[in-house]
């Protein structure tokens, strides 16, 4: 059987991988793309978008790790990794540059103003007053011409011709005509700069990995969908939250039976109904307190259910869901509580 596997999500270290990393994301375990846990499914996905050299669309609730994939690609590969926030107002054109129209106005105003009235208006570089954004340094990224490399920030210009990955975060908060307005740009590898007419494109052998991420709070258009590889990354189980909780915390950080019982309480309160269930980051921010506090699930005390209560505050995101699980907990809710916790 062929295979085309380029990403295994291994995390294996190397001083390569390590170099593109900053001083935050090689120091804190919780950020470390090495910790990062990708299913079989997810593997497959990423590997099919690099060999087609299509984007890669992921969908799931938030903390089920949809953004921090791009971060564990491009640590596997060895990549720049170069990243789209994007925004209720954002337009095509920000995903490849920014324009800088009032500064450089205001530049050309000064700069007539300092001449004579005898001289020429000196003609100001329309190239200084552009911002190149994730979508278009990767182009410009991939290319080997000097004089394109130079338009790059400084960290980036002086590494050597490349791929790379690059997230559009959260795609599904940009106007609903941004997917369609870029699929000609997303499928090309190209755009133009409307102000100084220059138009860049992708070299093919270095053609970036683009990953997208939705929060499905808005549907997409379906020209979009049907040019996106497609993948859903479903809530973790108890036995991959465990896998997650040891990698990015470590083995011996928690008692097993304290963590066992944890993680059977943590899936009980998401399964109450709340309007926002807690994510990841919640759990291992929330798993910090219930160590420090040594509390166990089974035949707690007065005291000990009152600390377990100011606890929900790291879980619970308003004040609905904070007095729900409150009241489950008073109530001695089985559901919350179970005797000995039930295995996934």
């Known amino acids: 059987m062929t295979t085309f596997e380029m990403y295994k999500g291994d995390g294996t270290k190397t001083p390569e991988r390590e170099a593109l990393l900053s001083e935050f994301e090689r120091n804190d375990p919780l950020h470390h793309p090495a910790h990062y846990i990708a299913d079989d499914?997810?593997?497959?996905?990423?590997?099919?978008?690099?060999?087609?050299g299509q984007p890669l669309l992921l969908t799931g609730e938030p903390?089920?790790?949809?953004?921090?994939?791009?971060?564990?690609?491009?640590?596997?590969?060895?990549?720049?990794?170069?990243?789209?926030?994007?925004?209720?107002?954002?337009?095509?054109?920000?995903?490849?540059?920014?324009?800088?129209?009032?500064?450089?106005?205001?530049?050309?105003?000064?700069?007539?103003?300092?001449?004579?009235?005898?001289?020429?208006?000196?003609?100001?570089?329309?190239?200084?007053?552009?911002?190149?954004?994730?979508?278009?340094?990767?182009?410009?990224?991939?290319?080997?011409?000097?004089?394109?490399?130079?338009?790059?920030?400084?960290?980036?210009?002086?590494?050597?011709?490349?791929?790379?990955?690059?997230?559009?975060?959260?795609?599904?908060?940009?106007?609903?005509d941004l997917p369609n307005d870029i699929l000609h740009e997303i499928e090309n590898l190209s755009f133009q700069v409307r102000e100084t007419g220059r138009e860049f494109k992708a070299s093919r052998a270095d053609r970036p990995l683009v990953i997208l991420t939705s929060n499905s709070e808005k549907n997409l258009p379906d020209a979009f969908l049907r040019r996106c590889i497609f993948y859903h990354i479903e809530f973790p189980d108890r036995t991959r939250l465990r896998d997650i909780v040891e990698r990015r915390v470590g083995k011996d950080k928690f008692d097993p039976t304290m963590l066992k019982q944890a993680l059977g309480h943590f899936q009980a309160i998401r399964h109450k109904g709340l309007k926002k269930n807690p994510a990841t980051a919640e759990l291992l921010a929330w798993l910090n307190i219930i160590q420090r506090l040594e509390l166990r699930f089974e035949k707690l005390s007065k005291a000990e259910k009152e600390a377990l209560k100011f606890s929900y505050s790291v879980l619970a995101k308003n004040k609905d869901d904070l007095e729900k699980l409150a009241e489950s907990l008073k109530n001695q809710d089985p559901e919350i509580l179970p005797e000995t916790p039930k295995e996934s």
Do not use: C, M
């Not at 499914?41 to 087609?52: F, P």
């Open 41 to 52: 499914g997810l593997k497959h996905a990423v590997n099919i978008a690099l060999t087609l």
């Open 63 to 176: 903390g089920t790790g949809k953004t921090e994939l791009a971060r564990s690609v491009a640590y596997e590969l060895a990549w720049p990794r170069l990243v789209f926030h994007t925004k209720t107002t954002a337009t095509a054109r920000d995903l490849f540059y920014q324009y800088d129209a009032l500064r450089h106005f205001h530049d050309a105003h000064l700069t007539q103003s300092n001449g004579s009235a005898n001289t020429e208006p000196k003609l100001l570089d329309t190239e200084k007053y552009i911002s190149y954004e994730a979508l278009g340094r990767a182009i410009l990224l991939s290319n080997t011409a000097s004089e394109i490399r130079f338009l790059l920030p400084k960290e980036l210009r002086e590494s050597n011709p490349s791929r790379s990955v690059v997230l559009i975060d959260e795609v599904d908060k940009a106007p609903r």
